[in-house]
């Protein structure tokens, strides 16, 4: 299955917690079989959900019609395409989406070409 990003948890310290890896939609809520399970009685059995687009884009949408998710502390009104480093708020609990970055080419060494160095 491939990664579309992960979400992290964080500590209410501000560190970082555990890490979960986006491979499927991901269900947060307080539902036993919920992918993030958030055990407070204002938290809806199914609170809010990621999916993914034809775009593979990370789409977030919240299900719960008395206790809204924040989105980087704005109520999420509508899905919402998420984008690396949004924070995720379900009441007093928050989560950071992180997206793989690129790959980055390797360098090739050069044989035979100019150096950095100055002849004197």
């Not at 307080?30 to 199914?46: A, F, G, T, Y």
Request: aromatic content about 6%; proline content about 8%; glycine content about 8%.
């Amino acid at each position: 299955m491939p990664l579309h990003g992960k979400i992290v948890v964080i500590k209410r310290s501000g560190g970082d917690g555990t890490e979960f890896p986006l491979t499927a939609t991901c269900l947060f809520g307080r539902k036993p079989d919920c992918d993030i399970r958030i055990q407070l009685p204002q938290v809806s059995k199914e609170h809010c959900r990621i999916d993914f687009n034809e775009n593979k884009e990370v789409i977030l949408t919240n299900l719960s019609s008395v206790n809204p998710t924040r989105v980087n502390g704005a109520v999420l009104q509508q899905s919402e395409r998420l984008k690396h480093g949004d924070v995720i708020t379900v009441i007093d609990r928050s989560f950071r989406f992180e997206y793989p970055p690129a790959p980055t080419p390797k360098k090739r060494a050069s044989i035979g070409g100019k150096s950095d160095f100055k002849v004197i």
